[in-house]
Each structure stands twice: as structure tokens, then as C-alpha cells.
């Protein structure tokens, strides 16, 4: 006989703060989850770019080799390298395990904004200032990029790649999706100067911030507007938005120190977390719980849900 599906847990929103890392490198530019979401990647200010277990609190490496301050970084499906970017115009390739720079790609023109690897880890892309995309092969020689995509008449301010798509924000107000399988470059017009840009987990919406305080969700292959949140203050900064690990719900940094969270379906504001009294400059969703980082000044701060219980570990 089977069982029925116990029915799924409600989705629960982030609203406990666990840890906070004080991460000793300047103001934090950007905090991102790895992979799998048991590891993290500060960028700092200060040029070093470091690597965290924030489920523990503990810094695992720090990563020393850019010459200005640190705008975003990567890691690998592997977790075997990492790559960043930043002010100095440079994308680097890192070795996790040594902390060792493997490659440093030199060509655009302005500071690098964002850095993405794409799924198999052979190539970097990267959106800068410069108002072009570059894409660098990890595995040859080859000094210059493989290709430029140079449709924006502005910066790019957010980058991210799917399996056979790349998808842009660029500060001329315009989204940017490159379909690698069918040849085609898809271009939806928003007006507002955008500054993150990311997919929903099915794959069918993309999600976009701008300096107008709203973020706005679009149907990925018409482009039609799905939904508009709004509450949130975003004017004069890069701020981060994303998709909760299920799709419910739509995160945002707000330069009232606050991260704000709406339905993704009614629309309706679900949560504003005060974070800090200055602006949150980034934050990061966890791939597969409901598990936030934020980062604002020089903290990293954990934040997990109500119910959420640490698992004690055996005692050292």
C-alpha cells in the first residue's frame, strides 16, 4: 500500500539572524553562496577576496591578487576554483586549495562589475562598466576573450548564465538575453537603469532591479510584466535581488538598511528584515533552503528561518 506525500512544509522566509562574520576587508561589495550553498565568498574593499563556511562562522582561505577593490566573484560546479572580478579592470582565476591565481584576464576597459562562471566551469564571463560582455577560456592560453558581446549602449551591471543562456542588466535600461542554442538575442526595454538581473529557478521568469525602487518580474520568452514590487528604496546603488529557493517569494537590498521580501504572486510585502542602519549592499539566497546572507558596512550577517534548529554536532 502506498503512503500518501507527507504534504509540503510551508515556505518559510529567513527571519532569524544566526551569525554575523565580521569580515575584516573593508566594506563588503558582495557576498555569494557557492554551489551547493555550504560555502561563501566575500568581497571586500580592501582588494582580498575570502572564503567562508557560514553555517560554522569560520573563514576557511583568503584570496590576495586584485589590485583595486573586489566587485563580485564565483565558484565552480566542482568548488575546485573560484573567479572574481573587480576595479581594476582584471577577472581573475583562483585555485580554491592553494589560493593560488591560476589566470588573469586583462582586456576590459573600465572596472569589472560582475563574473560568472558558465556550467562546466571552461569559461568566464564578465559584464563591466566598459558596456561589454567578455567571455575568457579557462583552459587555453589565449590571452584575449573569446567573444565580446557589445550590444549595450551602457555598463553592465549584473550577469548570469543558465546552461544555454546569458542573461544581462545593463545600465541603458535594457535586459539581455543571449540563447546560445538558437542564435538569438532577446531584448526587453524597462527604461529605469538596471542593476540586478537574475533567473527564477524554472526557468521560465527573469527577475529585474532598477533605480526606480521596483523590481520587475518578466515572463522570460514574451517578455510580458508579471509583476511589480515596490516598498523598497533603490536610487543610487548596485543592490542584489533574487528568488527564494522555491519560488515564492522575491528578495531585495534596500538602501534603508532593510531587506524586503514580497509574494511573488500577489505581489504583497511579506517581510522587511532591518539589517543595519546603512545601505545592504548585497545579499544571497541559499540554492535549496531557506537561508539568507547579507552584507552591509564591513558584516556579513546569517540569517536562517523561525523554526530553524541547529543540528548539534558531536561536542569537540
Request: hydrophobic share 35%; proline share 3%.
Amino acid at each position: 500500500m502506498a503512503f500518501p506525500e507527507p504534504k509540503p512544509k510551508k515556505p518559510e522566509l529567513p527571519k532569524k539572524l544566526l551569525d554575523t562574520l565580521q569580515c575584516k576587508q573593508g566594506a563588503v561589495r558582495a557576498v555569494r553562496f557557492n554551489v551547493d550553498g555550504n560555502y561563501c565568498l566575500t568581497c571586500g574593499s580592501d582588494k582580498s577576496l575570502k572564503l567562508w563556511n557560514p553555517h560554522k562562522g569560520t573563514l576557511l582561505k583568503t584570496y590576495s591578487g586584485h589590485g583595486y577593490e573586489v566587485l563580485d566573484a564565483a565558484g565552480s560546479f566542482d568548488n575546485s576554483q573560484l573567479c572574481s572580478c573587480g576595479s581594476d579592470k582584471t577577472v581573475v582565476l583562483w585555485d580554491v586549495a592553494t589560493g593560488q591565481v591560476i589566470r588573469k584576464f586583462r582586456g576590459h576597459a573600465g572596472k569589472v562589475n560582475c563574473v560568472q562562471f558558465n556550467e562546466e566551469a571552461t569559461v568566464i564571463l564578465s559584464g563591466s562598466i566598459d558596456s561589454s560582455v567578455r567571455c575568457w577560456d579557462c583552459r587555453s592560453r589565449r590571452p584575449d576573450a573569446i567573444q565580446i558581446l557589445d550590444e549595450a549602449k551602457d555598463g553592465i551591471s549584473s550577469l548570469k548564465v543558465s546552461n544555454h543562456e546569458i542573461l544581462t542588466g545593463s545600465v541603458d535600461g535594457r535586459i539581455r538575453r543571449y540563447d546560445l542554442r538558437a542564435g538569438e538575442l532577446c531584448s526587453d526595454y524597462i527604461g529605469s537603469p538596471i542593476t540586478c538581473v537574475c533567473f527564477s529557478k524554472d526557468g521560465q521568469c527573469t527577475l529585474a532591479a532598477t533605480l526606480d525602487s521596483t523590481l520587475r518580474l518578466l515572463d522570460k520568452d514574451t517578455g510580458e510584466l508579471l509583476g511589480e514590487y515596490t516598498g523598497h528604496k533603490n536610487v543610487a546603488y548596485k543592490m542584489d535581488c533574487c528568488l527564494t529557493e522555491r519560488d515564492t517569494h522575491i528578495g531585495s537590498c534596500s538602501e534603508d538598511g532593510k531587506v524586503y521580501f514580497w509574494d511573488l504572486v500577489e505581489g504583497s510585502l511579506a517581510m522587511s528584515l532591518p539589517v543595519s542602519n546603512s545601505a545592504v549592499q548585497s545579499l544571497s539566497f541559499h540554492p535549496t533552503e531557506a537561508c539568507l546572507l547579507t552584507a552591509a558596512e564591513g558584516l556579513v550577517q546569517f540569517w536562517r528561518e523561525e523554526s530553524y534548529v541547529a543540528e548539534e554536532g558531536p561536542s569537540a
